[in-house]
């Protein structure tokens, strides 16, 4: 049975307060704009930020155990151009060159999980580089294409950008069912396996886990493998939306990601975190530009409420773990009860 201390604590859970966000959102733009409320218009606005949302999954294993992966954009486009090289210049299958874009999204996170776990580099100094790096070697597999890199290698078969462009009922985006799919495995995965408690003691005390048997460095670098394949994912479904491939097409997802997975809860020093908190932050963060856009609002202000919100919403979260702050609501709390006995 639960007692009011356990209901309080699910009611005000960091979740709650997105979804809240989320559906206040929503109302605030359909006033503003009624074409917004339109099914088709709100969910079809899914298609745009669906690359940042499938990317943030994967990495919020990365901050978890206390590090960060800001190599993700690049290897968004690496995934892109060898897909479309191997299959429109090499003359390659479609789905065998799909199945080689995500062992290359996935050799990259491995790698750089490679020298973050086993060399104890900083994670922001090997992904920096990670990223610098897979950008050259995407320019590089450019040079094997008859097509200039400024304008992508498009002409896919109509089945494959149906796969992502298509609507059930007309309606639900195929990419929103693909990115829910997701959601289940990343949690499951995060929150229900032995694998997940591994991951989130990396993150609390990485030398008490080692101490406990656990293998951290194999963790820690399967965080960034698994990083690097919800690259070579969301890769694969911004060239078949797009109908291109192109080297630079994740260049502007690496800020937004680390946005949604700190403003899903995740600290970025490791140990708290969650997947639905990291997807509900995503479609936050996605609405809120949509919605601006329709609003008539100049995109090259659209990152100013980004900022603000992502500021104000972690000063929240993190202002509760506060002792000063948590001393405070406590004295509140004894003055009401005291107020109430008398």
Not at 156 to 180: D, K, M, N, T
């Amino acid at each position: 049975m639960l007692n009011s201390k356990s209901i309080t604590k699910r009611v005000f859970r960091w979740e709650t307060f997105l979804i809240l966000l989320l559906l206040i959102e929503v109302l605030v733009f359909g006033l503003i704009n009624p074409r917004f409320l339109m099914p088709r218009v709100l969910l079809g606005s899914i298609n745009n930020f669906m690359t940042i949302s499938v990317v943030a999954l994967f990495v919020t294993l990365v901050l978890v155990t206390g590090g960060i992966d800001i190599q993700s954009g690049a290897i968004v486009g690496l995934t892109s151009i060898t897909i479309g090289v191997l299959w429109n210049d090499v003359g390659m299958n479609l789905y065998l060159a799909l199945v080689i874009g995500l062992l290359v999204g996935t050799a990259c996170g491995a790698l750089s999980g490679f020298f973050v776990a086993y060399t104890e580099v900083q994670p922001m100094v090997v992904t920096l580089g990670g990223s610098f790096l897979y950008s050259g070697i995407a320019l590089l597999i450019t040079n094997f294409s008859a097509t200039e890199a400024y304008k992508g290698i498009s002409g896919f078969p109509e089945e494959f950008s149906q796969f992502v462009r298509g609507r059930i009922f007309g309606i639900i985006p195929h990419q929103l069912l693909i990115f829910l799919f997701l959601v289940i495995i990343t949690y499951i995965l995060l929150h229900r396996t032995k694998y997940g408690r591994y991951v989130f003691l990396c993150g609390v005390n990485k030398h008490a886990a080692t101490y406990c048997g656990i293998r951290t460095k194999q963790i820690v670098m399967s965080t960034y493998v698994l990083s690097g394949l919800g690259a070579a994912i969301a890769g694969i479904l911004l060239t078949a939306y797009l109908g291109t491939a192109k080297t630079d097409l994740g260049k502007e997802i690496t800020l937004p990601v680390i946005t949604a997975v700190v403003l899903g809860g995740t600290s970025n020093l490791g140990g708290t975190g969650g997947v639905i908190g990291t997807a509900l932050a995503a479609f936050v963060i996605g609405i809120l530009r949509f919605g601006l856009s329709l609003a008539n609002v100049n995109t090259q202000y659209l990152d100013i409420p980004v900022g603000i919100l992502l500021v104000l919403a972690v000063a929240i979260r993190f202002s509760g773990s506060n002792p000063t702050v948590q001393k405070f609501i406590g004295k509140l709390r004894r003055s009401k009860d005291l107020r109430k006995n008398n």
